[in-house]
């Protein structure tokens, strides 16, 4: 199979007819091998009815429905566990990416052997200071922690190499980052493609205010994952030694200080009584925890069995 598009939505009801027809034309009009993958991620509406009724028009309509909203990085990960097609494509449900861009997607893949190619949303049609003015600043942080020269980390729009997405894993809120993700994975060529943002045609958008916290913590997660996941003692074993250490040739000082007063008759204070000794202590305390407690949780949050389980109600394969 050439092409599998994967589709998470959220009460998209309305997007879903013409959005899949567009898709068929496209894919039609190039002879391309294909298969649709729609994630209804918890929706209240009537999505998983309009799905279903498009699978039976045209069986390359698959869908799997949450029986709760689990968010879009759920959808993508279980999307990416079903896809058959060499090259993956993802997009959004709003009508706001175009499926005219799959061909050049395809070819860039295929041609020019990209692992992954994201979308730019050179000129958006969202509001500029909920949307654009956030957005910028969050791919300026991401370009200079990353070194990952694209524009538009978030754009829903993204093309790749079928291995890449059976190989990473996608989780939380990493959506945002998974560019960031398949670096740090092996898959190195990454490359970028202008696209055309269109307005939305139906409903209202499903990100609110949130993103702002959850963005810069999503960004900070992968990117110490990513550096850190093999090697977390390189982070906390270093970082607590340091401070350990401190306390201790702090602590020493003290005792050594005190014994040469004693030595020469001079009166001096109780090391317990000074209060440099409990600063020190207080270091080489913090120094263990950093040691033992951060790298026990790195470790059980990266083997945890539940992290991506989800409850899918139904499933169109």
Known sequence: M????VIPLLNEEESLPELTAWIKRVMDENRYSYEIILIDDGSSDRSWEVIEKLHHENPDVKGIKFRRNYGKSAALHVGFGEVQGNVVITMDADLQDN???IPEFFRMITEEKYDLVSGWKKKRYDPVLSKNIPSKFYNWIARRSSGIKIHDFNCGLKAYRKQLVKSIEVYGEMHRYIPIIAKWAGFKKIGEKVVKHQERKYGETKFGFERFIRGPLDLLSVI?????SKRPMHFFGILGTVMFIIGLFAAAWLG?????????????????ESPYFFLSLTTMIIGTQLFMAGFLAELFSRNSSERNKYLVDKKIV
Not at 257 to 271: E, F, R
Request: no cysteine; aromatic share 6%; proline share 10%.
């Open 256 to 272: 050594i200080s005190k014994l040469i007063a004693v030595s020469h008759n001079i009166p001096a204070p109780k090391v317990v």
């Open 2 to 5: 050439d092409i599998s598009v």
């Open 99 to 101: 499926p005219e861009e």
């Open 224 to 228: 110490f994952i990513a550096k850190f």
